[in-house]
Structures are given as structure tokens and as C-alpha cells.
């Protein structure tokens, strides 16, 4: 039995997601019934919206957005259903044509719409505009709350983790983005889970540098 497990293939990074049922099993001795069902309910909802999506390196968008919750939750432990709800939800308003701010407010809560709003750019005006709109896009993270940044920087971590396999074009210049642009923001918050993923980003950097 053991060398037959040894001898499975260790799935890659970027092809793992973090399954509705490993969430609820996690939660349900940490959350009331009430709150599970929130963040089961937005489980769903960005599975839906992002069912047909594909990242660059081939793999399912949706398991971005259930592995930024995973890190979460279990590299942080935290259990809050808003932060969680946000996570799986951070990218839904930008890849939705249907889905609004008022929808997230009306399901999941005035924080939660906040926290997603707020993480959502204008990719229309970033085609045409990039550096300006990512200029407006940290002097906003920069007004917002902590959790703002927190699963913005969870995102960008998650992506370090993919990056040897081919998930952006440019990668150097994403690493150098991040670092110059982003890690700088965590400063402005006395957070023990902040200075967690940005040792984390910093571990990924350095790994794909050499």
C-alpha cells in the first residue's frame, strides 16, 4: 500500500484547488451554521462566474480563487466568514456581467462588497491605460482596510506560486511590480498576517529568481 501511494504523481501547484468540501470540513467546527452557509453560498457563486475561465498557464481560473481562500484559511487560520467570502469572491465583479455590488451587498453582506469593490479594476481602461489605472489602484489599497490588502497580496502570492508554470508573460516584471508597488503597502499595518505573506512572496521570488 505505501509504495503504491509514493508512486502517485504529485499534482503541479497550479493544477490544485481547494474543493467545497475540504473548505466545509475545515470551517464547520470554527464557524456557526449560518456563516458556513455564506461562504458555501459564495463558493458556488464564483464557481459559477468563473466556470469558464482559464488562466495562462492552462489551468481553471476558479482554483485561484479557492486556493486564495485556502491560504487563508489554513496557512492564517482565519476563520472569518467575510474575509473567506471576499477571497473566493475577489475577481467576480471584474469577470461578471451580471453580478454588481448590490448582489454581493444583498448575499453576503456590506464588507464583503466592499472588500470586492474594491479590488476590482476598470480592465477595459486598463488596456487602454495600464500604469494609470494601477496608480489609482494602490492609492485606493492604500485608504483601505487591512482585509483589502490582505487578500490582494494573498492573490499576488498565489501567483508567485504559479509562476513556473508559464501564468504570466512577463514575470520579471510582475515580481518587480509586486515588489516595488505592492509589499511597500503592508508597512502601513502593524499585521503579523501580513508580514506572513509577504515572507511568502518574498520565499517565491526568490526561488524563481535563483
Avoid at 9 to 32: C, G, I, W
Avoid at 35 to 52: D, F, G, P, T
Avoid at 117 to 131: C, V
Avoid at 132 to 141: K, P, Q
Wanted: with cysteine.
Amino acid at each position: 500500500m505505501n509504495s503504491f501511494f509514493s508512486s502517485q504523481p504529485e499534482v503541479p501547484y497550479n493544477q490544485t484547488m481547494f474543493s467545497k468540501r475540504d473548505l466545509e470540513a475545515h470551517l464547520k467546527d470554527h464557524v456557526s451554521l449560518l456563516e458556513l452557509n455564506r461562504v458555501l453560498s459564495a463558493y458556488e457563486l464564483a464557481e459559477s462566474v468563473h466556470e469558464h475561465q482559464r488562466r495562462n498557464d492552462g489551468s481553471p481560473y476558479f482554483y485561484h480563487s479557492t486556493r486564495v481562500c485556502k491560504i487563508l484559511a489554513i496557512e492564517l487560520h482565519i476563520t472569518d466568514a467575510d474575509v473567506l467570502c471576499a477571497a473566493i469572491l475577489h475577481d467576480v465583479l471584474e469577470d461578471s456581467e451580471t453580478i454588481t455590488r448590490e448582489v454581493l451587498e444583498y448575499n453576503f453582506g456590506e464588507y464583503v462588497s466592499y472588500i470586492v469593490e474594491t479590488l476590482t479594476k476598470d480592465l477595459e481602461r486598463q488596456e487602454l491605460f495600464p500604469e494609470e489605472v494601477e496608480r489609482e489602484h494602490l492609492e485606493i489599497l492604500k485608504k483601505a482596510s487591512e482585509d483589502c490588502l490582505l487578500i490582494r497580496l494573498t492573490a499576488r502570492l498565489d501567483n508567485f506560486r504559479c509562476l513556473s508554470f508559464n501564468l504570466k508573460r512577463n514575470p520579471i516584471r510582475y515580481i518587480n511590480e509586486t515588489s516595488e508597488n505592492y509589499l511597500p503597502l503592508a508597512d502601513h499595518f502593524k499585521s503579523e498576517r501580513l508580514a506572513y505573506i509577504v515572507r511568502e512572496i518574498k520565499k517565491e521570488r526568490n526561488k524563481f529568481l535563483g
